[in-house]
């Protein structure tokens, strides 16, 4: 952690000023943008801190590290933490603390009388030390009264990140090395690793913002502890502060500065324990000063006192406004300027207030503002304009409601008092409302889209139901025409099945008959067969095969001109188409034969022609009987 009072390392006065001045415009910027006012902080030591930080993060160059200032995001954060030295702990310089406890305290709560009010401010807090180190110091000289006075510290404090940290009142250990173990015990709560001030004692700090160089002082303050704080500022602001310090104590009050500032032992301040830098605001009220050389006439302090609580209520009031307002006066001066405008423009009240309108950035980032207003002021304008858009510091879209009033000052100069509710979130609503009214339409279009093609699907399938239809009726016609055929055929069938019967029987009698003709031609002498029209064997029996020497599966089939006994088959054959042709029995004779083994015989044929009913020849029946038997030599 920086040490604030080694701070300022020796080097050549006039070149360090000289190197300083560099730094300038960037803290121009930083008062213009951000309402921190470092210009008259001893530049030296700020310059070495800012330049410590420029070579953290790089920059090759002020400029430069004003443009990182601009675009990385929490760099303006960390430069406040490198420029706001915070460096605190409780029971600083306890032998202050050790006056304090032991001759300041005790005569200040003696002094009180009903109602018994006691008014601490600790101006430069930090993270809230100093303040708890005065409320212990309080309950340890009140004891047990402690319930009996109405205790106010106000700790205040330009940083508010320490401010938070204060607000927590929660320390780790070694911030309470200088506390008095049986304090520690009285009046911290240990909550895990961590100690947290008691209650009691937290219930008397009052925590806020507050610029010592700008704010107008806390008035009433019995004990002001003000310390480290006046040796980071020059030395004439720290000799604007003494009439502010004045303001603020009451006579007979207390100041107490750091060990090593010394400057405002001045009037109306005495030493009262110089080496603790304790000093007493003298008695008499008229002795203290507004401004170093301002002389405050008799009756200035309650009506100023008057005024400001005036001022304070009209201030309470317009800030606790939702809306941004803020006033500009005939000249274009700011006069008014409230914390919705603060916030919604990101401009703080100390900066915009005393600054001419045109000044300000946001006099030409809100599009036709500026134009309203000087049309207002001349009473030809509208009292409200339509949403506008504007961007806000970290580039995100702002959209605010404008109105403008005309308001006459005390010269009846006419100024103008401007308006703006932020209206964001209901943009947001309206895109949104429009986005789902449009996605409602789209998803309408379709629905409807689809409807349609519905629509037609279901009459392409009622037209497909009806051909259905018609089909179910075709085909239960054709069922039913089906169903009469397999009847029929059943009943064919039935009749099939009769006939097959019947055909059976005819057929047995057949065979019957077939080889009841075929005995009858075996039984005959003579030998016979039988030719179809074509003159080709069809029958042949036992006599036919001693006959022709021919068994009757050689024989049949063949043609009789081939048969094995050529005499014998060429009459036969000749004698056959002879029958054929003339549909009459021929005989022949005697036709001499040899048999296989040489041996002579003849024998009668008769050929007698096979006719249908219509004459038609059907086949030749070859009746042949040998004339002499074998012996007989014939
Ligand atoms: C070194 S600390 C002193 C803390 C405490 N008073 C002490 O002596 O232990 C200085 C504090 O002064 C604060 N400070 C610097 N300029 C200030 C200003 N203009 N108004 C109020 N506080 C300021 C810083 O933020 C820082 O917290």
Not at 25 to 31: A, G, R
Not at 212 to 237: A, E, G
Not at 461 to 480: G, K
Not at 518 to 529: K, W, Y
């Amino acid at each position: 952690m920086i040490d604030d009072h080694d701070d300022d390392a020796p080097g050549d006065p006039g070149h360090r000023e000289a190197d300083a001045r560099e730094f300038l415009p960037l803290l121009e910027k930083l008062n213009a943008e951000h309402g921190f006012d470092f210009r008259e902080y001893k530049t030296p030591s700020l310059a070495r801190r800012i330049r410590r930080r420029m070579r953290q993060v790089q920059a090759a160059s002020v400029d430069d590290y004003a443009r990182q200032l601009e675009s990385t995001p929490g760099e303006y954060d960390a430069l406040l933490d490198v420029l706001l030295v915070n460096v605190t702990h409780f029971f600083r310089d306890p032998d202050v603390w050790a006056v304090l406890r032991k001759r300041i305290l005790p005569a200040l709560l003696e002094a009180h009388q009903p109602p018994r009010i006691l008014r601490i401010w600790s101006a430069g807090c930090s993270s809230g030390e100093e303040a708890f180190t005065a409320a212990i110091c309080v309950a340890e000289c009140l004891g047990r009264e402690a319930s009996t006075f109405d205790v106010k510290i106000y700790a205040t404090d330009l940083d508010e990140d320490a401010l938070a940290t204060a607000r927590a009142a929660l320390y780790r250990v070694d911030a309470l090395k200088d506390v008095p173990p049986e304090l520690v015990s009285r009046h911290f709560q240990k909550e895990g690793q961590l100690y947290r001030v008691r209650r009691e004692i937290r219930k008397w700090t009052i925590f806020g913002r507050h610029d010592l160089t700008r704010d107008p002082p806390l008035p009433h303050i019995d004990l002001l502890l003000c310390r480290n704080v006046l040796i980071y500022f020059d030395v004439s602001l720290q000799r604007r502060l003494v009439p502010r310090f004045a303001y603020a104590l009451r006579p007979g009050g207390f100041l107490v500065l750091g060990r090593a500032e010394s400057l405002l032992a001045a009037p109306p301040f005495e030493p009262f324990d110089f080496k603790c830098r304790i000093f007493q605001r003298g008695n008499l009220p008229d002795r203290a000063r507004l401004s170093s050389d301002e002389f405050v006439p008799p009756g200035f302090v309650r009506q100023a006192r008057a005024d400001a609580r005036v001022a304070f209520r009209f201030h309470t009031i317009v800030d606790a406004l939702p809306a941004a307002v803020m006033a500009i006066d005939h000249d274009d001066t700011i006069v008014t300027w409230n914390a919705g405008a603060e916030s919604l423009f990101g401009i703080p009240q100390t900066v915009a207030i005393g600054k001419k309108f045109r000044d300000l950035d946001i006099s030409y980032r809100v599009d036709g503002l500026r134009s309203a207003i000087e049309d207002a002021k001349r009473g030809d304008g509208l009292a409200r304009l339509p949403p506008v858009v504007f961007k806000d510091r970290k580039g995100v879209d702002v959209h605010v409601e404008l109105s403008l009033g005309r308001i006459a000052n005390e010269d009846d100069r006419v100024g103008v008092v401007v308006t703006a509710l932020d209206v964001t979130d209901v943009a947001a609503l309206r895109t949104e409302l429009q986005r789902v009214h449009e996605q409602a339409t789209t998803a309408n279009e379709e629905l409807q889209s689809t409807n349609e093609e519905l629509e037609t699907t279901n009459e392409e399938l009622q037209s497909t139901n009806e051909e259905l239809e018609t089909t179910n009726e075709e085909l239960q016609s054709t069922n039913e025409e089906l169903e009469s055929t397999v009847e029929e055929l059943q009943c064919t069938n039935a009749e099939l099945g009769t006939m097959n019967a019947e055909l059976e029987n005819r057929s047995a009698d057949l065979d019957r008959s077939d080889r009841y003709h075929r005995l009858v031609l075996d039984a005959l002498a003579e030998a016979v067969i039988l030719l179809d029209p074509g003159l080709e064997v069809t029958h042949w029996n036992h006599a036919a095969v001693r006959l022709w020497g021919l068994k009757p599966e050689d024989g049949l089939g063949r043609p009789v001109a081939n048969l094995p006994v050529p005499e014998l088959a060429r009459s036969a054959a000749a004698a056959a188409r002879t029958a054929v042709e003339t549909r009459r029995t021929t005989t022949v004779p005697a036709v001499p034969y040899a048999l296989p083994g040489g041996e002579r015989r003849s024998a009668v044929v008769h050929v007698v022609p096979l006719l249908a009913g219509d004459g038609a020849p059907v086949g030749v029946a070859v009746i042949a009987s040998p004339t002499d038997t074998p012996g007989d030599g014939g």
